[in-house]
């Protein structure tokens, strides 16, 4: 479990090639190495990796071929500087949220803009993550916590703000248009969603099926909610029952 709170960046000093497995070794500031040990959960850009060997400052770490094909990990090459955390302790002071370093999908930067004191980065999303997004709701972008601005669901883009302070912390500032980055939505409001999507999908089933819910005009209504008809409708695409990853 982590924070999103990330400590440092680490520099990438080997990455073996491979599509079904790979390793990588980073090396650490001494502080993060003390009393690490083998076995150790830490997060590189927002992935939970277990630590298979130290040398020092330098440890090692092994990535399936799950995680390198969810995570932008498979073209991370040595040089590269990854956003790093270790693993949150009870005593710790909880700055961000809960963050599980169990990358969902990954996303992609469309909008970068400075401006004094902050920048405001816009991203695109798949139409099945951006349900779990809401205003002022908590998003991990590459291990960083970060706050949600503006959801555009029938866009599938969303925007978040950065501080210099996140900035200086962090690899955020290395990105650019195009590129993408490792996305993990809060757990809570995944529970939550889905909970809810459930429980309308099971009792939409038994209306159906009983006849007491017309299919035609149950059509209709579907239709109108694609189309935005519905008085007092906002600009949001309704939820999707049923998608699946």
Same mark, same amino acid.
Request: hydrophobic share 40%.
């Given at each position: 479990?982590?924070?999103?709170?990330?400590?440092?960046t680490?520099l990438?000093?080997?990455?073996?090639?491979?599509?079904?497995?790979? =390793?990588? &070794?980073?090396? %650490?500031?001494?502080?993060?190495?003390?009393?690490?040990?083998?076995?150790? =959960?830490?997060?590189?850009?927002?992935?939970?990796?277990?630590?298979?060997?130290?040398?020092?400052?330098?440890?090692?770490?092994? %990535?399936v071929? =799950?995680?390198?094909?969810?995570?932008?990990?498979?073209?991370?090459?040595?040089? /590269? &500087?990854?956003?790093?955390?270790?693993?949150?302790k009870?005593?710790?002071?909880?700055?961000?949220?809960?963050?599980?370093?169990?990358?969902?999908?990954?996303?992609?930067?469309?909008?970068?803009? =400075?401006?004094?004191?902050?920048?405001?980065?816009?991203?695109?999303?798949?139409?099945?993550?951006?349900?779990? %997004?809401?205003?002022?709701?908590?998003?991990?972008?590459?291990?960083?916590?970060?706050?949600?601005?503006?959801?555009?669901?029938?866009?599938?883009?969303? /925007?978040?703000?950065?501080?210099?302070?996140? +900035?200086?912390?962090?690899?955020?500032?290395? +990105?650019?248009?195009?590129?993408?980055?490792?996305?993990?939505?809060?757990?809570?409001?995944?529970?939550?969603?889905?909970?809810?999507?459930?429980?309308?999908?099971?009792?939409?089933?038994?209306a159906?099926?009983?006849?007491?819910?017309?299919?035609q005009?149950?059509?209709?209504?579907?239709?109108?909610?694609?189309? &935005?008809?519905?008085?007092?409708?906002?600009? &949001?695409?309704?939820?999707?029952?049923?998608?699946?990853?």
């Amino acid at each position: 479990m982590f924070t999103g709170i990330v400590q440092d960046t680490v520099l990438v000093v080997d990455a073996s090639p491979g599509d079904e497995a790979r =390793s990588m &070794q980073v090396e %650490l500031l001494p502080r993060f190495a003390e009393d690490l040990e083998l076995g150790a =959960s830490v997060s590189l850009d927002g992935v939970c990796l277990t630590i298979s060997e130290i040398a020092g400052s330098r440890v090692a770490l092994d %990535l399936v071929r =799950s995680t390198l094909e969810r995570t932008t990990l498979a073209n991370v090459n040595a040089g /590269d &500087q990854l956003n790093f955390e270790r693993s949150l302790k009870v005593s710790s002071e909880i700055g961000g949220h809960e963050v599980s370093g169990h990358v969902d999908t990954t996303a992609t930067v469309e909008v970068v803009e =400075s401006s004094p004191g902050n920048v405001r980065m816009e991203f695109s999303l798949d139409p099945y993550w951006m349900r779990y %997004l809401f205003p002022h709701g908590f998003v991990s972008i590459a291990g960083v916590s970060l706050t949600v601005g503006i959801v555009d669901r029938r866009a599938c883009r969303f /925007d978040v703000w950065l501080i210099p302070e996140t +900035l200086r912390r962090t690899n955020l500032s290395e +990105l650019r248009s195009g590129m993408r980055v490792n996305l993990e939505v809060h757990r809570g409001v995944q529970v939550v969603v889905d909970s809810v999507t459930d429980a309308v999908d099971r009792f939409l089933d038994r209306a159906l099926d009983s006849g007491r819910l017309d299919p035609q005009r149950f059509a209709e209504f579907v239709d109108a909610l694609q189309r &935005q008809r519905l008085p007092g409708g906002d600009a &949001q695409e309704p939820p999707k029952h049923g998608a699946t990853e």
